[in-house]
């Protein structure tokens, strides 16, 4: 079966995220709108979308849209999830999930409420190189975690980007620091060696750009079983970076790029005979991840992770930001 999907605004993040990935799998992206109806329709006319309309709520209307794919600023996940859960339309939302915990639980309850699945896109989840890392960390080869590091850096976006605004829910925590913690967290829920559950946050310190809106945010955490971890996020570095490490007493594994595998897919391995370096595959992490959610779609087909999950999320990123010194969003 073939998806037919709605795409909410005419992102950068969208040729990526759902446009590729769907043309891979044989989906139709149906119907475009955005504030701007001519960059609607310079998206439609580049990406093979089959008609643009007049807004949000005219895509999440539309008869022929199956599913909504949201990728408006942070402020505007939660309000437009909700729209597209009135209308009973599944959403890929991306991350994070709403603007805050408060805002996650009222998305959550709603989609439990009508029995509409929403995914938030934590796309890195889905593919094998972070597949690879979270195995060898749970199945003993690295023997007893004792620290996980997670560190993302990207060159700054413009100075109209809406990460920089406060009023759109932005700054460098709540753009890579949910990946960062959605990383400890997950492995929290893995029964790994060393962690033993989910992390708590011991301290966060971050730079602001403009008040109240992070350019860098760094938080340390610790897990129960007396792992240590640090995740590092800034939006100011002179070049993409996003890797993830886990040592343990055996070993450790490094994830050269866990955003962006299609890019570089190496996972290196270390333990007392030496390294070895592992690929698994350039096939985008997006393709994966639509993958999985049309399955769920479909035919009901297990995710590894629902709305539950993304309101610990929320939780935590705003736990981060008030011991940083600075409000939740």
């Given at each position: 079966m073939s998806l037919r999907i709605g795409v909410l605004g005419a992102s950068r993040i969208a040729e990526q995220a759902i446009v590729g990935p769907a043309a891979e799998l044989g989906h139709r992206l149906v119907a475009v709108a955005a504030r701007d109806r001519s960059r609607a329709e310079a998206f439609a006319e580049k990406y093979g979308v089959e008609r643009v309309v007049d807004d949000y709520q005219a895509v999440i209307d539309d008869a022929e849209v199956d599913v909504v794919y949201n990728p408006l600023a942070n402020a505007l996940h939660a309000p437009w999830n909700l729209a597209a859960i009135a209308a009973g339309k599944p959403v890929l939302s991306e991350k994070p999930f709403a603007r805050d915990e408060s805002e996650a639980i009222r998305v959550a309850e709603a989609a439990e409420a009508a029995n509409v699945p929403v995914l938030e896109g934590f796309h890195y989840f889905f593919h094998p190189v972070t597949r690879r890392a979270f195995a060898l960390?749970?199945?003993?080869t690295l023997g007893t975690v004792t620290h996980v590091e997670v560190r993302m850096a990207m060159p700054a976006p413009g100075d109209?980007?809406?990460?920089?605004?406060l009023d759109l829910a932005g700054g460098a925590l709540m753009d890579l620091g949910c990946y960062g913690l959605h990383v400890m967290r997950s492995l929290g829920r893995l029964g790994v060696p060393g962690i033993g559950g989910p992390p708590s946050i011991t301290g966060a310190r971050a730079d602001e750009r403009t008040p109240g809106v992070d350019a860098r945010c760094d938080v340390d955490l610790e897990f129960p079983d007396g792992a240590t971890g640090i995740a590092t996020h800034s939006m100011v570095a002179d070049d993409f970076s996003f890797t993830l490490r886990i040592g343990g007493t055996a070993g450790e594994v490094l994830v050269h790029d866990f955003i962006k595998p299609n890019s570089d897919d190496r996972v290196t391995v270390t333990g007392a005979g030496g390294s070895t370096?592992?690929?698994?595959?350039?096939?985008?992490?997006?393709?994966?991840?639509?993958?999985?959610?049309?399955?769920?779609?479909?035919?009901?087909?297990?995710?590894?992770?629902?709305?539950?999950?993304?309101?610990?999320?929320?939780?935590?990123?705003?736990?981060?930001?008030?011991a940083a010194g600075l409000q939740p969003r």
């Open positions: 960390a749970g199945d003993g109209d980007d809406p990460r920089w605004s370096v592992e690929r698994l595959g350039t096939r985008a992490s997006y393709t994966y991840q639509l993958e999985a959610f049309a399955a769920h779609v479909e035919h009901g087909a297990a995710l590894p992770f629902g709305t539950a999950d993304a309101v610990a999320n929320m939780a935590l990123v705003d736990a981060a930001y008030r």
